[in-house]
């Protein structure tokens, strides 16, 4: 599948959310693709418990806990993706790669899709599935305890990594990013199943938008002399990127496209 078929599902997830129903044609004529093709997106969105299929299109299913990753995954979304496009150029094919289960990283999934070659650590169920299903990739899924609320597998699996080889370089999401104390999460489970994954790898880069950057988080996972570079977008303050110069962590802020449009917008009105 194409990465255009995964913005379809996006779209369709979204006018769910704010409309509670699609229909079949109305979406084709939308996308501009057959009514077979937008069947068979509305099928697959079904068997991941995201909607329930009625006569002639969908309507949003009841909302449950494993729900919470979706909806996260939607927050924000031209964000992540933009952060997740600039991070994508750090991957070639052939890399051996870490990537964790956060939101912001499995866009980073959807921009690798045409990478060949690639071997992929992740603990992230979602992220597992999504690279089995759309790409060539070796996905390698260590065993632990499986996390509703964020797909993820969690636990103390860095024996199933040490001994194997190193990690390129592991891609993570945060609730906080601190200049003392580095990448945080607010799960105990969750930091200490990244902390593992952090261990194998030779860099670490965080992504994350611009709110996590003020954000509260408990559990450091990775601290400041272990990570190589921090993706965030162009809604965070100033104050961010210099707290952290001089450091020897590259800081990327990222311009988001649908903000840039705007801006433009306002200007040509003015």
């Keep these: 599948m194409s990465r255009y078929d995964f913005v379809r599902e996006e779209v369709i997830l979204d006018e769910l959310s704010s409309r509670g129903r699609v229909t079949v044609n109305d979406l084709a004529e939308r ?52 952060i997740a496009g600039a991070a994508a150029t750090r991957v070639q094919d052939g890399d051996v790669i870490a990537i964790d289960s956060s939101t912001t990283a499995h866009y980073l999934a959807t921009e690798l899709i045409s990478r060949t070659g690639l071997v992929v650590v992740t603990n992230g169920i979602h992220l597992a599935s999504f690279l089995m299903e759309r790409s060539d990739a070796t996905v390698i899924l260590p065993g632990g305890v499986l996390r509703r609320a964020s797909r993820s597998v969690v636990g103390a699996f860095t024996d199933v990594l040490e001994g194997r080889g190193r990690v390129k370089v592991g891609f993570f999401g945060a609730t ?55 993706y965030t977008d162009d809604a965070v303050g100033t104050e961010f990127a210099d707290a952290w110069q001089g450091s020897g962590v590259d800081v990327h802020v990222v311009p988001v496209p649908s903000r840039v449009r705007n801006e433009l917008s306002e200007t040509v009105s003015a």
């Design 31 to 82: 996308f501009g693709v057959s009514p077979v093709t937008v069947r068979k997106d509305l099928d697959l969105l079904e068997q991941r418990s995201l909607l329930r299929r009625v006569r002639g299109g969908a309507v949003a299913s009841t909302p449950r806990d494993e729900g919470a990753f979706e909806s996260r995954l939607r927050s924000d979304a031209a964000a992540k993706r933009a």
């Design 176 to 230: 906080s990013v601190s200049r003392s104390l580095g990448l945080l999460e607010l799960s105990s489970e969750e930091g200490e199943a990244k902390k593992a994954l952090a261990r194998s790898c030779d860099s670490i880069v965080g992504l994350f938008t611009a709110a996590k950057a003020s954000g509260f988080g408990i559990h450091a996972f990775a601290p400041p002399e272990q990570i190589s570079a921090l």
